[in-house]
């Protein structure tokens, strides 16, 4: 980033935080200090209010994310003195720890030095491997086929399961990455189960209780955080529409139909609806017995409502992209589907990074 920019984006970010934050008359001073310190160092610290509620205005800008009506409740861990691997590596478990809080999911987000060239190489901290197999077929999640890879080539061994939680990856500048695995005591996996389908049950399909994104930079006042790893809890859907049915996941829909007993040779039966209800309605089920907060499909799509109310009450303009708001089963019946949204990027956000392999 040139100096001209970054110092455009911390005037715009300064701007909107002290004036959301009613600490107008703290801006002038601050923004004199800033001004000094991109002049001489080429960058400036934010401070930890500024950084806090950096965090909550990157969600609220956040277009794809139908959760956004708790932007403020989001949990800051600053880890920013953090920088050898070992406090790393213990920042990250704690992380998990605390953002899973027993079943009573906390959104959470840990931030690491920017200047320090720190990348967690996972996409998110929990995640699946995926293995191939001789015939071409893959075991496991098939969206961490290249990362399993990268784990076996440093040193991690396969277990051939089709839920192996991989290690956590990271990654600073010009050094080799180091893996470790996520302690057992820290992790919890949810059976599937079906209310009333066995067939379902037998399965013996997992999912982890907490999607923890650790690919995408918080950029706040031009400061980019690398490593930022953030958490809310799921929608069913995620998993249940998505993760065990896309095709190039898990792609369940023609077992379990089958297991329903459903012809799945006939196309007017409707039998990859039929069987994502099923499945939707197994892990929605399955969370709430296991005591794990996830919220449906519609109860998401009321919230959102709520949040585009709350913020024109604020006098703010919601920005969203529709394709990701609608979720993916039973569109047309939540609000969200038949409501206009401008799909409109601001800062501070969180941004996509490249694949560290590509
Ligand atoms: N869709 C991703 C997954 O299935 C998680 C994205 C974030 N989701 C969330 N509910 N905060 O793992």
Redesign the pocket.
Known sequence: MTERSLREKAKAYLELCYRELSKEDLFEERWCKVQNSIEEQGTYELLDFELDYGTKVAWRNSNK???RLFWRSMEVLDQRSLGSMDTLFAALFEHIDFAYNGGNIR?TISVFNAHKGIRIVNP?LL?FAAYEQEDGSVVGDPKHLMLTKECVKLGWEPKMGAFDLLPIVIQKEGETPVWKEIPKDLITLVSIEHPNIKAISDLNLKWYAT?I?SNMTLEVGGIEFMAAP??????GT??GA??LADEDRYNLLPIVAEKMGLDIRDKNALWKDRALVELNQAVLYSFRKAGVKI?DHHSASKQFMQFMRQEAKEGRDVTADWSWIVPPTSGSTTKVFHTEMQDIINSPNYFYQEDPWD
């Open positions: 994310c139908i959760g959104s998110q995640g999607p994104i953030f958490n809310g809890w799921y929608m995620e998993i998505r993760n919220i």
